[in-house]
């Protein structure tokens, strides 16, 4: 903590944060999810990290965003720790990766494969990266309640988005039933599990990522499905947190 009582990277306060957390990628998106929030306001803006309190349902919560990649989100998830909370789910956008996985689905993650970039320096290989059950379970139950397309399983943290000249290995995932593929989620339920943080993530797909998905159109973010998606996802996430203990105490 710095000597003005902000914690050094993301320049959220240390104390007097809400005990649940929602994150996301992009600071725009932190943003239109605050304007959902009761008496929303920014508490913090430094680099990537843009951080709103308020209330849902009339239940305290934080929106922050993280950015792009697991070594950057990690300062944000284990700030957040430092500054008491207790529960965080992650909202993001993934590449689908098995037929009948669509455009605008939620994909809420069982547990994520570790190839983040950043857990390999922090624990062994071994280690496993896993959502809280009950994160699980209360996302599954919103996404009933609001009609929501989503499935649940395994997802594929991956530090790359671009290619390069590595033939990515794509095949041996789709074939083991992974559902898609994002950059951070592993990052999260690595740190949160060390920190016994409460956590797990709800993904929105944005498109296809493996080749033999036919019928695809590319990826393309930017379109009227993948927002309803990602506005649907909001409210799933934030129902969600707050049906949640707050962490506070051991289950």
């Known amino acids: 903590m710095t000597?003005?009582?902000?914690?050094?990277?993301?320049?959220?306060?240390?104390?007097?944060?809400?005990?649940?957390?929602?994150?996301?990628?992009?600071?725009?998106?932190a943003e239109r999810i605050a304007g959902l929030l009761d008496d929303a306001r920014e508490v913090a803006h430094a680099r990537?990290?843009?951080?709103?309190?308020?209330?849902?349902?009339?239940?305290?919560?934080?929106?922050?965003?993280?950015?792009?990649g697991g070594p950057g989100a990690i300062c944000l998830f284990t700030e957040l720790a430092d500054a008491g909370v207790g529960t965080i789910i992650r909202l993001g956008t993934a590449g689908a990766m098995q037929p009948g996985v669509g455009d605008?689905?939620?994909?809420?993650?069982e547990a994520a494969v570790r190839d983040d970039g950043v857990t390999a320096q922090l624990v062994p290989p071994e280690y496993p990266a896993v959502s809280s059950p009950e994160v699980?379970?209360?996302?599954?139950?919103?996404?009933?309640?609001?009609?929501?397309?989503?499935?649940?399983?395994?997802v594929w943290t991956r530090a790359a988005f671009y290619?390069?000249?590595?033939?990515?290995p794509m095949r041996p995932y789709v074939t083991a039933g992974v559902l898609a593929i994002e950059m951070e989620l592993s990052a999260l339920l690595v740190v949160g599990t060390l920190r016994?943080?409460?956590?797990?993530?709800?993904?929105?797909?944005?498109?296809?990522?493996?080749?033999?998905?036919?019928?695809?159109?590319g990826y393309d973010p930017h379109r009227e499905v993948v927002a309803?998606?990602?506005?649907?996802?909001?409210?799933?996430?934030?129902?969600?947190?707050?049906a949640l203990p707050a962490?506070?105490?051991p289950a």
């Open 247 to 249: 962490g506070e105490e």
């Open 196 to 217: 016994g943080v409460t956590c797990g993530g709800v993904l929105v797909i944005d498109g296809v990522a493996a080749d033999e998905l036919v019928g695809s159109t």
């Open 104 to 109: 605008g689905d939620l994909v809420i993650a």
């Open 48 to 68: 990537e990290y843009r951080t709103f309190c308020g209330r849902w349902q009339g239940t305290e919560v934080l929106v922050s965003s993280h950015g792009v």
């Open 3 to 29: 000597a003005d009582g902000l914690l050094p990277v993301t320049r959220i306060p240390r104390t007097g944060m809400p005990p649940r957390a929602l994150v996301v990628g992009d600071p725009f998106r």
């Open 163 to 168: 290619p390069g000249l590595l033939e990515l």
């Open 228 to 242: 309803a998606g990602v506005a649907r996802g909001s409210t799933v996430a934030l129902d969600a947190l707050v």
């Open 136 to 154: 699980v379970q209360a996302l599954a139950a919103a996404a009933q309640r609001h009609r929501a397309p989503h499935h649940r399983g395994i």
